[in-house]
């Protein structure tokens, strides 16, 4: 065993020196550590003191707490970002025009296909590993960082020329692991590879506000009106208080009805694991941990299961997305085509990115969207998105509190609307949603922007499918 | 109505406005909103009309809004203006 430790390299620079990092390449990282990740600041800084210069950074996503990578662009070292999603605080910076060059903006599905199709390619992945052995494999799941999954990081280990894995727990011998040691370059041990509170994302507190658990009640009626609901059910469905909400009345039925579900998808919250222990649903399929108890039930219940990216949300491959029979998604807008933004906010600033949005609504028999019909007086319903996010052919239905608008542009969903009006739900046109909104908020003003791109749309399956503007006075 | 004193009425919630106004010799409105792109015209008319109702002629209204209806915009104005003037306590 001993052999393989000369992976082992005293510091990130030296990693970085070994990898063979230079001008104008490109790296990776992927964001189990989400909000709690260390390790990309501190590649970054360590990268511009080797005097580094125009790096693209291809990161699964960004969030708020690598804000300093601003400065590295600012400074020059940093001149790409490629992303799924990215959080407000880089997003605004980015819509007001911070990079020269557009970000690229995948999805889940999409970063790892192109990856494979070779459309993407990294020369080195830098891997937050929170625990590493001597083989150089690694695994998220225990050590004092632990993150559950690292199912992002996979593809990147698969195909980047070099592989830096930088953990702050080394042992010696793995049984699970998530990455391969074959894959693994150089190993870098540090002192704390982030914080693993930072990992929490949305809520874990079902919404009590009234709107909320109207919209949420909506969408449970809706996937039991659906006929979908019955032994072998497959579900996924966010963080968000409303979206838990809805899982919860999902829950309250199968329980009613005796019904065994196959599995819950995606990003895992504790909710889901209740569901698993009651035995509603017989596995869970985990990309990434949302929470803490996520993490602890991948370690210790075997029908929690770790998946790939690509085992995930892949295009190229009979991923799991495939099998969803109902989704529950979110949405910044919503257009007349049934187009969904979830890139940008009604001014045009980039608040997020697909994430695995629209291999989801692609994937999955029934995608319902599920958002209230105004937000701080700005309806959701609108002409034209800002951004296209996921297209409108691949969604199914929208819930709101006031309506429940069936998507049949597209010459489908006749009978799932038949359906729904059966069982009396408050089924209305897309059109009146957006009428009985604008009646309360009156007629937004549409929004201008600069003609300079900050960003591009790829569609999981590689083509362009909109752009992002740079919003105007900057 | 006359503004004879420094008042304020709503809050800083989302949905809602935090109005404040104080005495001055002229009529000055200043808005800030979460939603200034898509409705300015629509709360600067919001507030003019209310100001008109109550014949105020004189002041400094100040407007920071997070996206409140044109309803809750005018009721926000006319309590603070209220509160504001020789009736308010």
């Given at each position: ?458 569609y999981r399956d590689g083509t ?11 | ?32 909103s979460v939603v200034y792109n ?52």
């Amino acid at each position: 065993m001993e052999f393989q430790m000369n992976k082992v390299v005293d510091s990130i620079q030296q990693a970085i020196k070994a990898s063979g990092l230079k001008d104008g390449m490109t790296i990776s990282f992927h964001h189990h550590m989400r909000n709690g990740d260390y390790v990309m600041n501190m590649v970054l800084d360590a990268i511009a003191q080797a005097g580094i210069k125009d790096i693209t950074v291809n990161a699964s996503s960004f969030f708020d707490v690598h804000a300093p990578i601003l400065d590295h662009i600012r400074n020059g070292v940093v001149t790409g970002l490629e992303c799924n999603y990215m959080s407000s605080l880089i997003g605004k910076a980015v819509s007001e025009g911070i990079l020269e060059k557009p970000v690229v903006f995948r999805s889940h599905g999409g970063r790892p296909s192109d990856m494979e199709k070779g459309t993407s390619h990294i020369d080195v992945a830098f891997v937050a590993a929170p625990t590493c052995d001597w083989s150089s494999n690694c695994t998220g799941r225990i050590g004092k960082s632990a993150c559950g999954p690292m199912g992002y990081a996979v593809s990147d280990a698969m195909y980047a020329d070099k592989v830096v894995a930088i953990t702050d727990n080394l042992v010696e011998k793995l049984d699970d692991i998530s990455i391969d040691g074959k894959y693994i370059d150089f190993i870098v041990n540090v002192d704390q590879i982030g914080d693993p509170k930072g990992i929490v994302s949305g809520t874990t507190q079902i919404t009590r506000d009234p709107v909320g658990l109207r919209m949420a009640e909506n969408a449970a009626k809706v996937i039991k009106a659906s006929g979908l609901l019955k032994d072998g059910f497959s579900f996924q469905t966010g963080a968000g208080g409303a979206t838990l909400a809805a899982s919860k009345f999902v829950r309250e039925m199968m329980i009613k009805e005796g019904i065994q579900g196959s599995f819950c998808l995606g990003g895992i919250t504790s909710y889901m694991v209740q569901m698993l222990h009651e035995g509603l649903f017989k596995e869970l399929l985990d990309v990434q941990c949302f929470d803490l108890d996520a993490v602890r039930s991948l370690s210790e219940d075997s029908n929690h299961k770790e998946i790939t990216a690509s085992e995930y949300a892949g295009v190229c491959c009979d991923s799991a997305v495939n099998h969803l029979d109902a989704a529950l998604l979110g949405a910044t807008q919503v257009d007349l085509d049934f187009n969904v933004n979830v890139h940008t906010d009604s001014n045009g600033y980039i608040i997020g990115g697909s994430g695995g949005h629209s291999d989801v609504a692609a994937g999955s028999k029934l995608c319902i969207i599920i958002a209230p019909l105004t937000r701080a007086r700005l309806p959701l319903v609108v002409d034209r998105v800002v951004t296209i996010s996921t297209p409108g052919n691949t969604i199914d239905v929208l819930v709101t509190q006031r309506g429940i608008a069936v998507n049949t542009k597209y010459g489908k969903n006749k009978e799932l609307k038949q359906r729904l009006i059966d069982a009396h739900l408050p089924i209305m046109e897309i059109e009146d949603l957006k009428r009985i909104a604008e009646q309360y908020s009156g007629v937004p003003s549409p929004l201008e922007t600069s003609d300079r791109v900050v960003g591009n749309v790829i569609y999981r399956d590689g083509t362009q499918i909109d752009t992002i503007k740079m919003v105007l006075g900057n | 109505m006359e503004i004879i004193r420094k008042a304020w009425a709503g809050t800083g919630e989302s949905s809602d406005a935090y109005v404040l106004v104080s005495p001055a010799n002229t009529l000055e409105i200043e808005i800030s909103s979460v939603v200034y792109n898509q409705y300015a015209k629509a709360i600067d008319k919001a507030v003019r009309e209310t100001l008109a109702d109550l014949g105020v002629e004189k002041g400094t209204i100040t407007i920071n809004d997070k996206g409140a209806l044109d309803c809750v915009i005018q009721a926000r104005v006319e309590t603070a203006i209220k509160r504001a003037s020789e009736a308010g306590v």
